[in-house]
């Protein structure tokens, strides 16, 4: 499936090698994994909304699909408690060539920190907090002139 | 109609999720909100700013001059921070 | 080791896990794998110039790191022959903010294309063939504004 | 001095490497490549259009006014592909 919400974690190779397998007009894999940060955070926990998330992310993955030409997306969020160095997010692109496969994957995780409805919450020894939105991602999300 | 709380929103009104009957006339996102407000403090206490609440009516992302006829399901959350 | 030449093929999960291990300051991982395609293609031979080849990777790996601030580079070249659908090349990137991990990624596989020692020779039905150089890579190098 | 050779340059060439002595006055890439061609035919081919030929002396890349004094090992080839 190329959209998924799970606990688990996941594998970037076995992520990387699903979208080639048995084709072989794939010259780039662009891959983005992203990490608990540490510091003073002790722990993660990754709230979300089952239902609309799936529905969110396949939106976004059909966005890409319309922009660029593209032979594979795989996107993967990880929801529930997340250790610091924890997988938090996965997205894969695979295309022809590298330039629209980069292209594709940072659309993936602008539109996705942006658009998919999760919420993070972190734990430190002052207690726990809920993250805020960052302009930046917003700025980063409006390059892409979405409607 | 189901109302769906997430994040923050959800701590401070005490509930993920709820059965409500707005009144005739309440129509809107916004004027849902204006409703919930007069229910109890802990309501009004999360809706005091609603510049920070996102709302989707039946899991699209809309904004609060949407309507709500209709709708079975209104999601009022946070801006999102996954990723 | 940052920067490897190699026959062997590589492991993308191993390679990203050995960016982040035992610290908690990276949240951005970027991956780029580059495959041999397929087609007409039967086989592809990696020609490089040991020696030089690792110093021009060294100097790539260096010239990211001056431009951004990253908490890793990893740089895998694959040489000899090669399958279709066989990884070729793998560049990683570490970052605390996806932004930075993304665009040095890119930076590196442009200036790798253009600047590493290495040359493709493709086995078709037809006989053997050396690849041309492609300009759209001396295009997407000249956007860094290369020395 | 030391010549290196790559793809199908090499291929043309017939040689990897090889150990030369460029006689005086020979001291850029540019004359270098002059006199490999004065040398013998395959070479004329090798290097009938030195539009497409990159140099490295020393392991360095470099332009064809660039001196080979000195230098231990010059290498030609066309341009790079890899990646």
Known sequence: ?147 | MKLLYFAWLRERIGVGSEEVSPPQGVDTVGALIEWLKTREPRYEAAFAQTAAIKVAVDQEQTDFDASIVGAREVALFPPVTGG
């Open chain 1, 1 to 147: 499936m190329a959209v998924r919400v799970q606990e688990e974690d996941f594998d970037p190779t076995t992520e990387l090698e699903a979208l080639s397998v048995g084709r072989d007009d794939i010259g780039a894999l662009v891959s983005f994994t992203g990490l608990v940060r540490g510091g003073d955070v002790s722990e993660m926990v990754l709230e979300h909304y089952p239902g609309m998330t799936e529905k969110a992310l396949e939106e976004i993955e059909e966005e890409a699909r319309k922009r660029w030409s593209l032979q594979g997306v795989t996107i993967i969020h990880r929801v529930g408690p997340l250790a610091p160095g924890a997988r938090i997010v996965f997205v894969a692109t695979a295309s022809r060539h590298r330039a629209v496969a980069f292209e594709a994957a940072e659309f993936l995780m602008d539109f996705l920190k942006t658009r998919a409805p999760f919420w993070k919450k972190e734990s430190t020894a002052d207690g726990a907090r809920w993250v805020d939105a960052r302009e930046t991602d917003d700025t980063a999300a409006a390059r892409w002139a979405l409607e």
